[in-house]
């Protein structure tokens, strides 16, 4: 039963532009989410997260928004980079739980 | 750089083998877990330690066991080998009661 889902499995966007992913879930005991992002050959990296007690959460280029009555969040960059070419998964956890529940992953691609 | 270092990074074994995994981190972190990320999928959970005992459990088989040493080290033990039993397999250190938690790069592991 995959209680997190990534819809798109791959996102091509221009250097400069807004990357927007999107992750949906059903488990309505979630309320930390957290986005990584996975280079190949490498861990998952963490990137940004945000907790159910706010709709929205920045940090430099990285904005992810929660929605909670869609149970849905999202993940903004802006401006995209090279760099940030690589799979983002999208993970929940009912608070201070032990175990992260995990999209399939979108894979990024930034064209120059 | 999470800190977090697994070995070996590839192995490949036969069906009804046995394997260990092992995990490191210099993060002082007291809990590790344990994901397996099959191809074309997100990290899925196996279990935590925490003080050196279980802490909890996805689902998977008993034939899926741990430790966790004092220095917070851990091992991953996979007995009777199968060939879905390929995968990457991450290891991940947090501290109990957070959500997020740090990976390392993973031990790819192949079954034939």
Redesign the interface.
Known sequence: DQQ?K?NSPSLSVQEGRISILNCDYTNSMFD?F?W?KKYP??????LI?ISSIKDKNEDGRFTVFLNKSAKHLSLHIVPSQPGDSAVY?C?A?P???????????TTVTVRA | ETGVTQSPTHLIKTRGQQVTLRCSSQSGHNTVSWYQQALGQGPQFIFQYYREEENGRGNFPPRFSGLQFPNYSSELNVNALELDDSALYLCATGDRGQETQYFGPGTRLLVL
């Open positions: 997190v990534q930390y957290l990584y050959a490498e861990g998952p990296t963490f997260s998964f993970a956890s608070h201070g739980d032990y175990k992260l529940s995990f999209g399939a992953g």
